[in-house]
């Protein structure tokens, strides 16, 4: 087949290390090119839609989760295969009836429509049931582009944290989910373990209205990708050890837990599908010190497709030891960014944990010093979240707290892995 | 023969060209840092990552031409990353019989440390075929702050040994031979040059080694020496102002290349040693040097490995290149 999705791996770093030094950092940019569009329109994908009909819902959010799971129905082209799932205590199946997959023609877009236009919200809320059914509709459609989206207004408030441990465990892999909460009565940590698990997305819609919009782009979004099940695959020394592994851009997500062997020094960390996109990783490396001026390849950076065997692209992070102190103290400028984004996104993560537990002033350390990394670094909407929460005195830069609502605590704790490229691509200058 | 894998140790079965348990090309180059990998395509170790040195990094050369063995070692050194230093050692069957010693030329300063010149030359001896013959010896050193100084020493180096060895075949005169080698050298390396302002640049000494002659060639502060017990002298002089500073260098920038070329027949047997300013920085004195390898002549390797070694140990703050050129007259 000549026309393929075409793989680019580009590693930014400095390799020098001062005399006994020993960590290796790299931003790993890993970009999708060629005629992607192409090539997922005749890839096979498989879709659930996911849809919380739990008793709260039961106000105008089932009418609006109706027409947005209508709008994603109508966005997914002829011949993928698709379900819809109605979620309570339990897992039912909205169109097929069956506990299978249809294929999406005009007569099963039809049909599924006027299945979900008869939804009612009436029941509890029991998320790894959901999961588990999805899993297994999926189960026959493997090499396919597997994806789920999930809708819930509450939190799982019917199993119990192991149940949906298990569940979680049990469909990892199978399937990547991507997470909408709707309302206020939801909870951020739930929903992101969710979706990091299930190499996804989490998002807060708390005006139910924008759902339909949001289902159609997720819904077109799902359609553009051409490859699945494509994973990071990195070889180390046998001396040395991987401290930690993050993908940092679009969001930041921590992979360093993900690895699974896949030969000697060698390991893969998931990445789901890939459409047109381009995704960066901050990768460090703990090395054993060599000689001056020896050059280490401290890691073999390759992305491939487990299943298939393919090697889609190849980088090298090196390390080369010098005692010249102006190589060896120079930060690279992508690392320096990415550590900082990191750094914002925990200083919000610390700041709304010591607000729910009543440590103001803490709260009001960590947030204000979020807000002026948020600015230095060009992530203007995350300073615009924080800006909800915060009231910064632009003459004596005193930080306040604002009353907290629920929707901007949900909105900035969601925003707060989203991170932001470097502003100008330092190799441009 | 059955292989064990250099990985992950599984025996191979014979024939088997790749370990059946992790790939490794069976029977590949091991690792020169952790003496258990296998080398990839890269030139990195499969198992500790190191990429291994290139054939510039440490490289030696011996051979014996008739019944003189020369030998030549250039390292890396321990402060750079790569090795800009090259060296090339060859040898050619020039017609025989006693030529005139060339007169000293412009280049020579008077004063400095010569082995006492005017003896008679040695008495001719018959060679096989009316041939005898010369040993060239060529030494670059790369100019750091020029871009690809590597690829500029090396170009000398080859292209001067070449043509030296070329025209003494040709029965040239080893003081006209010298001049259009460095010549051709000089050429060969501004043609590198992408620009001016790029231009890769180096500094070169050579010896030609005939039964009856030592002609010394040079452009820069690469240096020839004289080991001779006692007699022992240093035959170049530096091209460079204070603080090391070059004056002349080969190059696209350099101007009109003049180089010096000095010749002289030796009255007895001594070691003709070229060097880069990585040996030389730390011994620059004759006596040491040719009391640091007292038995250079019998071992050439073994001498400039000695050299080199001296070097690295004083710091190696700079590539190091080392020739050892034994000169026995005619016996």
């Known amino acids: 087949m000549s026309e393929q999705a075409q793989f680019t791996i580009r590693v930014d770093q400095n390799k020098y290390l001062p005399v006994g030094g020993t960590e290796v950092h790299a931003i790993v940019t890993v970009e999708a090119t060629g005629p992607l569009e192409t090539v997922a329109q005749h890839a096979q994908a498989a879709e659930v839609i996911i849809i919380d009909t739990s008793t709260s819902m039961a106000t105008e959010r089932i009418g609006e989760a109706r027409k947005a799971a209508m709008a994603a129905i109508d966005t997914l082209r002829d011949g993928v295969h698709f379900a819809i799932i109605a979620g309570t205590t339990k897992a039912t199946m909205v169109y097929p009836h069956r506990k299978e997959m249809a294929t999406m023609n005009a007569e099963t877009r039809q049909a599924a429509k006027q299945a979900v236009s008869g939804l009612i919200a009436d029941g509890g809320t029991a998320i790894g049931t959901w999961l588990r059914l999805a899993a297994d509709l999926f189960e ?11 809708l819930t207004d509450g939190h799982n408030q019917h199993e119990s944290a192991a149940q949906l441990d298990n569940a979680l465990a049990y469909c990892q892999g199978k399937f990547v989910c991507d997470c909408r909460g709707v309302g206020t009565g939801w909870e951020v940590a739930e929903l992101r373990k969710i979706a990091s698990t299930l ?17 159609r782009a997720m819904a077109q979004q799902a359609m553009g990708k051409a490859l699945a099940d494509v994973a990071l695959r990195i070889w180390t020394p046998q001396t040395a050890k991987i401290k930690f592994v993050k993908q940092v851009s679009p969001t930041i997500e921590d992979l360093t837990h993900r690895r699974v062997e896949s030969g000697p020094q060698s390991g893969d960390y998931p990445t789901g599908a890939w459409g047109r996109e381009v995704r960066e990783y901050h990768v460090c490396i703990e090395v054993t010190p060599g000689g001056i001026g020896q050059e280490m390849r401290a890691g073999w950076v390759k992305l491939v497709q487990p299943d298939t065997g393919m090697q889609l692209a190849a980088g090298n992070i090196l390390a080369t030891w010098t005692d010249d102190p102006a190589q060896s103290t120079q930060i690279n400028p992508r690392v320096a960014h990415y550590t900082g984004q990191a750094e914002l996104a925990n200083l919000i993560q610390e700041g709304l944990q010591a607000h729910r537990e009543h440590d103001f002033a803490t709260a009001t350390a960590r947030l204000g010093r979020a807000r002026q990394i948020a600015e230095e670094s060009g992530n203007e909407a995350t300073a615009k979240l924080l ?14 707290l604002k009353p907290i609502d629920r929707a901007a605590e949900i909105a900035l704790d969601v925003g707060s892995v989203r991170t932001v490229r470097t502003r100008r691509d330092p190799d441009q200058g | 023969m059955a292989a064990i894998c250099p990985v992950c140790s599984l025996e191979g079965l014979p024939g088997e060209r790749f370990c059946e348990e992790c790939g490794t090309p069976l029977g590949a180059t091991l690792c020169a840092a952790c003496g258990a990998g296998a080398v990839d395509a890269d030139g990195y170790c499969g198992r500790c990552g190191v990429r291994q040195p290139t054939g510039r990094d440490h490289s030696e050369i011996e051979f014996t031409a008739g019944a003189v063995r020369v030998a030549g070692v250039s390292d890396r050194g321990l402060r750079h990353s790569r090795n800009e230093d090259a060296m090339a050692l060859t040898c050619a069957a020039v017609p025989a019989g006693p ?16 082995p006492p010149a005017g003896h008679p030359p040695m008495p001719p001896a018959a060679a096989p075929d009316g041939a005898e013959n010369a040993i060239i010896g060529v030494v670059c050193d790369g100019v750091s702050t020029s871009p690809r100084p590597d690829e500029a020493s090396q170009t000398a180096a080859d292209t001067a040994a070449g043509a030296l060895a070329e025209r003494l075949a040709a029965g040239l005169d080893p003081v006209a031979a010298t001049h259009q080698a460095t010549a051709a050298a000089a050429g060969a390396v501004a043609g ?3 620009a001016p302002s790029a231009a890769p640049a180096c500094t070169p000494v050579s010896a030609g080694v005939d039964p009856a002659h030592v002609t010394i060639g040079w452009v820069g502060d690469s240096r020839a020496y004289w080991l001779s017990g006692p007699g022992s002298a240093l035959l170049t002089l530096d091209d460079a102002g204070p603080g090391h500073m070059l004056t002349a260098w080969l190059g696209a920038d350099a101007g009109e290349v003049v180089p010096h070329v000095r010749s002289f027949a030796p009255d007895g047997p001594g070691v003709v040693l070229v060097c880069s300013d990585g040996l030389w920085n730390y011994y620059p004195d004759p006596l040491a040097l040719a009391d640091a390898v007292p038995d250079a002549a019998a071992d050439p390797l073994a001498a400039a490995r000695t050299l080199v070694g001296m070097a690295l140990q004083a710091g190696g703050r700079d590539n190091v290149t080392v020739l050892v050129i034994p000169f026995t007259g005619r016996r």
């Open chain 1, 387 to 400: 800006d909800r929460v915060l009231d910064v005195d632009r003459a004596t830069g005193t930080v306040r």
């Open chain 2, 99 to 114: 030529r005139a010693v060339p007169a000293p030329v412009a280049g020579w300063a008077a004063g400095d440390a010569l």
């Open chain 1, 140 to 150: 026959p459609y493997q090499g396919a582009i597997r994806h789920a989206i999930l």
């Open chain 1, 199 to 215: 190499l996804g997305t989490v998002q807060d819609i708390p005006d139910a209205k924008d759902l339909e919009a949001d289902f």
């Open chain 2, 192 to 194: 590198l040059a992408d």
